[in-house]
């Protein structure tokens, strides 16, 4: 199993677009990892996790290939996560050579925004379907069993985050969210064996919030977590991913002080195999 992280930035991405703070003008001057993309990752090579603005420079820059991307579960409808535009262009005539359809998830905020922006198209003739998922559902989709579970976060909607296995092997992908909840631990206790790698929010890095994101102590706490309840164990990789410029950190720094947990900071274009 395999996770590539296409883009590791919150909404402003990094340097922020329109920002000139230290920090975004250091890490243009800096360059290489310190520049980010608003967040996706893809699963092997045919999951896909959210769908944000960045999608064509990620085909350009790292290799997304969507001719192979099966399914997309899409976290919340914040556009740093869902820019739907993109999804027309799997008609015809801008693209002559998708195969199938897209198997497109995510909550009824998502599904407005998409069939929205799509004018409505989107369906059994179409070259994308979208499902609503719930939280606490479990979906199987080809090799997959994909389960969404209730994320601390915007209040003005459901937002998910998502436990994925393949074959055994398991992902917990749990960005834009504070601290895991009760319901989140009783809902991974449903399955049996730890996980294999987790990849947790760190958007506020130096700072604590915990109630709609994470900074890197609350994401230590949360591998804490894990680790008590037997969700994960100590062959588990734990990453920290989704960051800001408001958190205070280059990639460098975020690095090191991740290490001190034993938590790997991600970066845009990063892959692990496991």
């Known amino acids: 199993m395999k996770i590539t992280y296409y883009g590791t ?21 800096l ?17 896909l996790l959210d769908l944000p603005p960045d999608n064509y420079l990620h085909t350009l820059y790292y290799g997304l290939d969507f001719q192979k991307v099966k399914a997309l579960f899409v976290t919340h409808s914040h556009s740093d996560h869902c820019y739907p535009a993109d999804l027309e262009l799997l008609r015809e005539p801008y693209t002559h050579t998708y195969p199938g359809q897209m198997q497109v998830f995510g909550n ?11 004018h409505g198209l989107g369906g059994e003739k179409e070259r994308f379907l979208f499902h609503r998922i719930m939280p606490n559902e479990t979906v199987n989709i080809g090799s997959y069993t994909v389960t969404a579970l209730r994320a601390t976060h915007a209040k003005e909607e459901t937002c998910l985050f998502y436990r994925i ?6 992902v917990l992908y749990a960005h834009d969210t504070g601290a895991l909840t009760e319901e989140n631990l009783a ?22 919030d915990g109630k709609y994101h994470m900074g890197l ?14 969700l994960a164990d100590y062959n588990t990789i734990f990453v920290v991913n989704h960051f800001s410029h408001n958190g205070g950190w ?23 195999s496991f």
């Open 187 to 208: 809902t991974l206790h449903c399955f049996s064996g730890p996980l294999q790698l987790v990849s947790l929010d760190c958007t506020q890095q130096s700072k604590r």
């Open 217 to 230: 102590l609350d994401a230590a706490e949360q591998k804490e977590v894990l680790l008590r309840e037997g």
């Open 9 to 29: 930035a919150a909404g402003e991405a990094w340097p922020g677009v329109f920002c000139a703070c230290n920090l975004c003008r250091e890490a243009r001057r």
């Open 250 to 272: 280059l990639h460098e720094e975020i690095t090191e002080r991740a290490a001190a947990y034993d938590m790997i900071t991600s970066y845009d274009g990063m892959e692990i």
């Open 165 to 170: 296995e393949k074959f055994g092997k398991s």
């Open 108 to 118: 009824d905020a998502v599904e407005k925004k998409i069939l929205d922006a799509c």
């Open 31 to 47: 360059g290489g990892k310190n520049i980010r993309t608003r967040s996706q990752a893809l699963i092997d090579d045919d999951l």
